[in-house]
């Protein structure tokens, strides 16, 4: 059945590039990393900007909610990464984490875990209860790491994506991927989880312009998307409704149908090159 997607707000952030978008699960927050360097919080009832502040000068490219904390944790190119009280906007913690720019950040939905990806080619662990010490580093890949993401069905695993045009999956336990797979002709710029009559699913997207899904246990692909005219930049897969969501620099997000992989819907809003998507928990939008 095609899905109706309805474009209900539109926040405009002049001149400044979107790198990244998080929603938090219960307050009507979207918080924004700007490739000009600051972090803006929207809220998307009030429609206004609740906050935004000056990070630092570089781009930053991810920017999570840290909720049991209330904290936001950012990422930029000067290869640091900065936490900060969400109510007072003080910094908590800044840690010379990369020695290149910082891609993607991942939060662990239980443990005080932190990933980090970066240029560097390397993803490290971050513990914050042991006053953010890297607790691990994970080597393996031969170009940038675009993304990182934790497995919601195996917490003690994770599925990164490459520009080397890889997806490698690893274990927090230990330093090395526990597979690999040769994902795309071209760079790999996002991954993510997702279940599809029971089965675990990964999806990646890349610049060879598809996005691919895996089957996790088979490590095979079983569909390709194609239709996307330019590097497919942003994924993700709705856990209310049916719906697999791409994005990509041909200034279109597409809608696909999690079980026959049809394409369901194509929105073309005007927007410039789409780099990131995000969902709201317990809801349809």
Same mark, same amino acid.
């Given at each position: 059945?095609?899905?109706?997607?309805?474009?209900?707000?539109?926040?405009?952030?002049?001149?400044?590039?979107?790198?990244?978008?998080?929603?938090?699960?219960?307050?009507?927050?979207?918080?924004?990393?700007?490739?000009?360097?600051?972090?803006?919080?929207?809220?998307?009832?009030?429609?206004?900007?609740?906050?935004?502040?000056?990070?630092?000068?570089?781009?930053?490219?991810?920017?999570?909610?840290?909720?049991?904390?209330?904290?936001?944790?950012?990422?930029?190119?000067?290869?640091?990464?900065?936490?900060?009280?969400?109510?007072?906007?003080?910094?908590?913690?800044?840690?010379?984490?990369?020695?290149?720019?910082?891609?993607?950040?991942?939060?662990?939905?239980?443990?005080?875990?932190?990933?980090?990806?970066?240029?560097?080619?390397?993803?490290?662990?971050?513990?914050?209860?042991?006053?953010?010490?890297?607790?691990?580093?994970?080597?393996?890949?031969?170009?940038?790491?675009?993304?990182?993401?934790?497995?919601?069905?195996?917490?003690?695993?994770?599925?990164?994506?490459?520009?080397?045009?890889?997806?490698?999956?690893?274990?927090?336990?230990?330093?090395?991927?526990?597979?690999?797979?040769?994902?795309?002709?071209?760079?790999?710029?996002?991954?993510?989880?997702?279940?599809?009559?029971?089965?675990?699913?990964? $999806?990646?997207? &890349?610049? *060879?312009? /598809?996005?691919? #899904?895996? +089957?996790?246990?088979?490590? @095979?692909?079983?569909? %390709? !998307? =194609?239709?996307?005219?330019?590097?497919?930049?942003?994924?993700?897969?709705?856990?209310?409704?049916?719906?697999? $969501?791409?994005? &990509?620099? *041909?200034? /279109?997000?597409? #809608?696909? +149908?999690?079980?026959?992989? @049809?394409?369901?819907? %194509? !929105? =073309?809003?005007?927007?410039?090159?789409?780099?990131?998507?995000?969902?709201?928990?317990?809801?349809?939008?």
């Amino acid at each position: 059945m095609a899905q109706s997607i309805e474009f209900e707000k539109e926040f405009v952030q002049t001149s400044e590039r979107v790198k990244s978008v998080d929603l938090h699960p219960t307050k009507p927050w979207i918080l924004t990393a700007l490739y000009s360097g600051n972090v803006c919080v929207w809220n998307y009832q009030l429609q206004k900007m609740e906050k935004s502040f000056k990070v630092t000068e570089s781009p930053v490219r991810s920017a999570k909610f840290i909720v049991r904390e209330n904290w936001i944790v950012v990422g930029a190119d000067d290869g640091l990464i900065r936490i900060y009280n969400f109510d007072t906007m003080e910094i908590v913690k800044e840690i010379e984490a990369h020695t290149d720019f910082i891609r993607s950040l991942a939060i662990h939905p239980t443990l005080p875990y932190v990933l980090s990806s970066s240029d560097d080619k390397l993803i490290k662990l971050w513990d914050w209860e042991k006053a953010w010490i890297c607790s691990r580093v994970f080597e393996g890949h031969e170009h940038y790491v675009m993304q990182v993401a934790f497995n919601p069905k195996d917490l003690n695993t994770f599925a990164s994506a490459s520009l080397d045009g890889t997806l490698k999956i690893w274990n927090l336990d230990s330093g090395s991927a526990n597979f690999t797979l040769d994902a795309h002709s071209k760079g790999v710029n996002c991954i993510e989880h997702f279940m599809a009559a029971d089965k675990p699913l990964l $999806i990646s997207g &890349s610049d *060879d312009y /598809t996005a691919k #899904v895996w +089957d996790y246990e088979t490590k @095979r692909c079983v569909q %390709t !998307l =194609e239709g996307h005219t330019n590097n497919v930049t942003a994924i993700t897969v709705h856990p209310e409704l049916p719906i697999i $969501i791409t994005c &990509s620099e *041909d200034r /279109t997000v597409r #809608v696909w +149908d999690t079980t026959s992989y @049809r394409l369901e819907n %194509t !929105l =073309e809003y005007g927007l410039e090159r789409v780099w990131s998507v995000a969902y709201m928990k317990n809801s349809s939008k």
